[in-house]
């Protein structure tokens, strides 16, 4: 990760850049920087990785590691949901899902700062707190607070997020207590818990509107209608027939992952409950996951309706990272409510006579070993491909805009107002403004602009130019 590159478009029309301006700046941006873009975007993951730069010095090394320590935090704090961490099978299970993380996060890998993967994980961090701690009462309450906030300051829809780890506490607290007073007591509690935790957010966006006049991607209802507003009847017929047509076609990686996931919370129920003749969990961890899924997809729906220009709701931009997040948040879930279940089907239920010999018979001790090797095996091929993809984009990097710009412009770490022309062969990441986004964070100037079509008079060619301070061929 030390030695790897950003590619990503997002990373150069926001998530890079915002470090970049908080290392150099020493604060967050005001309407003045017209070079950030999506100005009500929260800070929380931005501010971590600003810190780590700010400590060890400013590359994209140590971006892409500020954001790794964030990720594999996450990863570790998974296996808190384990009772008995001797028993390699339930370690190994946590393994393979996470690296299975990867083939759902191909569309936003672990090489960049985009928080889509890291929503899912740190919602998943949320669940196994709550999970461990939930014979104890203040902690879990401390804990969900802290993850509903912070959810929340990653970025706008982390809200779905922050709901899921809010309602687990709910669920976790009615529970608690016997009695229906007491109950109801601490839904009260959960209530003003709420309030609280919401708090950060209300600040946030009350920033951003007394901030900015404008604002990409803003929470508010006269954005909303605005968006809204310019797309008429058939527009938005075809949005919702293009996004029903991609949720439910068996090419998309996400419809796959939800249909293995289904069944194979289904299939570990029906062993559980028909084999080894154990009452679990699982039917209602399917009802519940499904849905989750279902609300998020309506979600999406409305942000594509409601908070998204026209050609961008019309192409469906970025649904395959926004689906992935759900997806991956979903896996998490069947790993976590699998092992807890795979340890309490065990033959032996009292932890401190598990040893060796604790086995129902011979035949079931070679099922464990061997599905603990193979498990362990497979993970480990999971993250060597990860690894393998990482160091194929870092071996094409000289050749991509951010590798160009790298080699002829270097990385500008002062702020200016200079107007650059970038000449480029590529007509696509002109048409989609990568070149330009790229050329903005590395020349640090809102006044970059690409072209691949030069096809003019020799009059008009030369008031182009003069328009610009700076040719980058």
């Given at each position: 990760?030390?030695?790897?590159?950003?590619?990503?478009?997002?990373?150069?029309?926001?998530?890079?850049?915002?470090?970049?301006?908080?290392?150099?700046?020493?604060?967050?941006?005001?309407a003045?920087?017209?070079?950030?873009?999506?100005?009500?975007?929260?800070?929380?993951?931005?501010?971590?990785?600003?810190?780590?730069?700010?400590?060890v010095?400013?590359?994209?090394?140590?971006?892409?590691?500020?954001?790794?320590f964030?990720?594999?935090?996450?990863?570790?704090?998974?296996?808190?949901?384990?009772?008995?961490?001797?028993?390699?099978?339930?370690?190994?299970?946590?393994?393979?899902?996470?690296?299975?993380?990867?083939?759902?996060?191909?569309?936003?890998?672990?090489?960049?700062?985009?928080?889509?993967?890291?929503?899912?994980?740190?919602?998943?961090?949320?669940?196994?707190?709550?999970?461990?701690?939930?014979?104890?009462?203040?902690?879990?309450?401390?804990?969900?607070?802290?993850?509903?906030?912070?959810?929340?300051?990653?970025?706008n829809?982390?809200?779905?997020?922050?709901?899921?780890?809010?309602?687990?506490?709910?669920?976790?607290?009615?529970?608690?207590?016997?009695?229906?007073?007491?109950?109801?007591?601490?839904?009260?509690?959960?209530?003003?818990?709420?309030?609280?935790?919401?708090?950060p957010?209300?600040?946030?966006?009350?920033?951003?509107?007394?901030?900015?006049?404008?604002?990409?991607?803003?929470?508010?209802?006269?954005?909303?209608?605005?968006?809204?507003?310019?797309?008429?009847?058939?527009?938005?017929?075809?949005?919702?027939?293009?996004?029903?047509?991609?949720?439910?076609?068996?090419?998309?990686?996400?419809?796959?992952?939800?249909?293995?996931?289904n069944l194979?919370?289904?299939?570990?129920?029906?062993?559980?409950?028909?084999?080894?003749?154990?009452?679990?969990?699982?039917?209602?961890?399917?009802?519940?996951?499904?849905?989750?899924?279902?609300?998020?997809?309506?979600?999406?729906?409305?942000?594509?309706?409601?908070?998204?220009?026209?050609?961008?709701?019309?192409?469906?931009?970025?649904?395959?990272?926004?689906?992935?997040?759900?997806?991956?948040?979903?896996?998490?879930?069947?790993?976590?409510?699998?092992?807890?279940?795979?340890?309490?089907?065990?033959?032996?239920?009292?932890?401190?006579?598990?040893?060796?010999k604790?086995?129902?018979?011979?035949?079931?001790?070679?099922?464990?070993?061997?599905?603990?090797?193979?498990?362990?095996?497979?993970?480990?091929?999971?993250?060597?491909?990860?690894?393998?993809?990482?160091?194929?984009?870092?071996?094409?990097?000289?050749?991509?805009?951010?590798?160009?710009?790298?080699?002829?412009?270097?990385?500008?770490?002062?702020?200016?107002?200079?107007?650059y022309?970038?000449?480029?062969?590529?007509?696509?990441?002109?048409?989609?403004?990568?070149?330009?986004?790229?050329?903005?964070?590395?020349?640090?100037?809102?006044?970059?602009?690409?072209?691949?079509?030069?096809?003019?008079?020799?009059?008009?060619?030369?008031?182009?130019?003069?328009?610009?301070?700076?040719?980058?061929?």
């Amino acid at each position: 990760m030390a030695s790897s590159h950003l590619l990503h478009y997002d990373n150069y029309s926001h998530w890079e850049l915002i470090v970049k301006f908080l290392f150099v700046e020493g604060r967050i941006p005001g309407a003045s920087d017209t070079i950030i873009t999506f100005t009500s975007y929260p800070l929380a993951s931005s501010l971590f990785v600003y810190y780590v730069a700010d400590i060890v010095g400013f590359s994209s090394g140590t971006l892409l590691l500020g954001q790794f320590f964030l990720l594999f935090s996450c990863m570790y704090a998974l296996f808190a949901v384990i009772r008995h961490r001797r028993i390699i099978l339930t370690s190994a299970l946590l393994c393979l899902v996470i690296t299975v993380f990867n083939i759902f996060n191909i569309a936003i890998r672990m090489d960049n700062l985009l928080v889509d993967f890291l929503l899912p994980m740190v919602t998943l961090t949320g669940i196994s707190g709550l999970i461990s701690y939930q014979k104890n009462y203040w902690k879990m309450i401390i804990h969900g607070s802290l993850f509903f906030i912070t959810l929340s300051l990653i970025k706008n829809s982390g809200i779905f997020f922050s709901l899921i780890v809010w309602s687990l506490l709910v669920f976790y607290l009615f529970r608690y207590c016997k009695k229906w007073k007491h109950r109801l007591l601490n839904i009260l509690n959960s209530l003003v818990i709420l309030g609280i935790s919401c708090l950060p957010i209300i600040l946030w966006n009350k920033h951003v509107k007394d901030t900015f006049s404008l604002s990409k991607h803003e929470v508010s209802v006269s954005a909303y209608e605005t968006l809204f507003g310019e797309k008429g009847h058939a527009i938005i017929e075809l949005i919702i027939h293009r996004f029903i047509d991609k949720s439910f076609s068996f090419s998309t990686l996400a419809f796959q992952g939800i249909i293995e996931i289904n069944l194979i919370l289904l299939i570990s129920f029906l062993v559980i409950h028909f084999v080894v003749k154990r009452k679990n969990s699982l039917l209602s961890i399917l009802v519940f996951t499904d849905l989750m899924i279902i609300f998020y997809y309506v979600g999406m729906l409305m942000m594509f309706l409601l908070s998204m220009p026209t050609q961008e709701a019309l192409n469906l931009a970025g649904m395959n990272r926004y689906a992935s997040s759900i997806v991956i948040l979903a896996w998490g879930i069947l790993g976590i409510s699998l092992a807890r279940e795979i340890d309490l089907s065990l033959f032996e239920q009292n932890i401190q006579k598990r040893n060796y010999k604790s086995f129902k018979n011979v035949s079931t001790k070679k099922i464990y070993q061997f599905s603990s090797l193979s498990i362990i095996f497979l993970s480990t091929l999971l993250a060597l491909s990860e690894a393998n993809g990482i160091n194929y984009n870092n071996l094409n990097y000289s050749k991509t805009d951010p590798g160009l710009f790298s080699k002829i412009t270097g990385d500008v770490m002062t702020p200016n107002n200079k107007k650059y022309l970038v000449v480029t062969t590529s007509k696509t990441n002109v048409a989609d403004f990568y070149t330009a986004f790229v050329g903005k964070f590395y020349l640090f100037s809102p006044h970059v602009n690409a072209m691949e079509n030069f096809v003019m008079s020799f009059s008009s060619f030369k008031k182009l130019l003069n328009q610009y301070d700076y040719v980058v061929i």
